[in-house]
């Protein structure tokens, strides 16, 4: 995911200063004076995040597992792939394998990356990593304490219709099912390892 | 965009109080007590949104437009379809013309709704309508002061595989570039509407 456009200069913001503005139990705010390409200064506001996993786990049986989760800021239960938040120094595949047992019990024996996703680029610097789990082993799921999920086994064609009509809505669980529509379309290949693998 | 699953109960967070936490220039942050479902009570923080539009731009001759624009939570220049924040009571489709012929100078005779998504579900109430355009005439663009922005145009084989190869990481942008696909592949038809139909 490292391969860029060039930056045209034209376009370049220039960080003059950047300061912490708010600081909550969840959220942490900065605030940045930046020098604009026309020498004028600005301000952003912007949430600094640690990233995240998200994890597509493909069942032998052909379907995939997903989970529904209320969403406080939405109001209402949302249909996701299982997914988190990376701990400090944590690598993406240690933290999707965590996930995945911890949400869900399963285990799996191979790992497909297959890029980062940025979700709030006007105000947040959260990216989140997407993969492909296969070779699942079910097991006991280990929900955080007053943590809540359903998981459950959809259909790739029935969660692509989903997509199309507006029932799955939440962005990482969108990309990744048009994601496991190429792959199922053998249009996009995947580069497998074994998720003993070090990295 | 407004059919969903039923909510089951055994999810469903109630909210007991919120409040204000943080108002800042541009971001505001709130902070809700909820009732988890098992009668403990818990905190969530979130940025209350706008909600915003984002553009496909259909041109005559098979290209879409694109923009490139710095955006300082990732510091770098991005590769987006236009988009922008709705103005308090402005239709998905007004704001649409508006943030197109603002930031590109374009205007479009026809206009297909295509839903909303959800960006950042764990702490931000931000939906973003996506809409294509099409029978796009130019003109001159009106940018804000001190904004900046480069139009290009794209063609939609390359727009792809720069998803597929991590070049586009924009949600909206990726998705985007998806359903440009599931159009241009015959597999998911629209609804277009005249830009001169009422809400």
């Not at 940025?118 to 070779?135: C, K, M, P, Q, T």
């Amino acid at each position: 995911m490292s391969r860029q456009p060039p930056q045209p200069s034209a376009l370049q913001e220039t960080t003059l200063s950047s300061e912490g503005v708010f600081e909550g139990r969840f959220l942490r705010v900065w605030r940045d004076t930046v020098r604009l390409p026309d020498g004028a200064q600005a301000q952003r506001e912007y949430i600094k995040h640690s990233g995240a996993v998200m994890v597509i786990p493909l069942l032998d049986n052909g379907r995939v597992l997903m989970e529904r989760q209320w969403r406080t800021p939405m109001r209402r239960v949302m249909i996701e792939f299982p997914a988190g938040k990376l701990d400090p120094g944590e690598s993406w595949m240690a933290c999707a394998a965590r996930e995945l047992r911890e949400e869900t019990g399963y285990s799996a024996a191979q790992w497909a990356y297959i890029g980062g996703i940025n979700n709030a680029i006007s105000y947040s610097d959260e990216v989140i990593h997407l993969a492909f789990a296969r070779g699942l082993r079910p097991g006991s799921a280990q929900l955080d304490a007053h943590e809540f999920l359903e998981v459950f086994e959809a259909e790739p064609a029935q969660l692509l219709e989903w997509v199309r009509s507006g029932v799955v809505t939440d962005v990482k669980t969108v990309i990744g099912s048009f994601w496991l529509d190429k792959l199922l379309g053998d249009q996009w290949p995947l580069a497998w390892r074994s998720a003993d693998a070090t990295d």
